[in-house]
């Protein structure tokens, strides 16, 4: 079982390169598409690496591949820039699902 990257962006792919995954950069929705359905055709692939932005830009496609397939399981990776999401998304995210103010 290995991980591949699907990333906007080739510094995140080089970095990732230099600790064993494998990856394509791609920017256009037609190339984020085949790219996911790619990667999950491939049994040896048990997590694929999504860039934030991907999943920013494109919330449709990964919805849809999530929907449509059990596995590998899809992971949103911060880039090089670091992540999108606030600095206490994780406690809000707590205080969100179960009503506990940490």
């Known amino acids: 079982m290995k991980m ?3 990333s906007d962006n080739i510094n995140t792919t080089t970095g990732m390169r230099l600790a064993g995954v494998e990856g394509v950069v791609v920017h256009e929705k ?3 598409r085949q790219a996911l359905e790619k990667a999950v055709q491939d049994k040896d692939n048990a997590i694929i ?3 934030e932005k991907l999943g920013n ?5 990964i919805s ?18 670091g992540t999108g999401r606030r600095s206490d998304f994780i ?9 506990v103010k940490l």
Do not use: C, H, M, W
């Open 91 to 99: 406690t809000s995210y707590i205080n969100e699902a179960i009503g």
């Open 4 to 6: 591949f990257l699907i």
């Open 49 to 51: 690496l999504l860039t």
């Open 30 to 32: 037609a190339e984020v």
């Open 64 to 81: 849809d591949i999530r929907l449509k397939n059990q596995q590998p399981l899809l992971v949103e990776i911060p880039d090089r820039y």
């Open 57 to 61: 830009d494109f919330p449709e496609i």
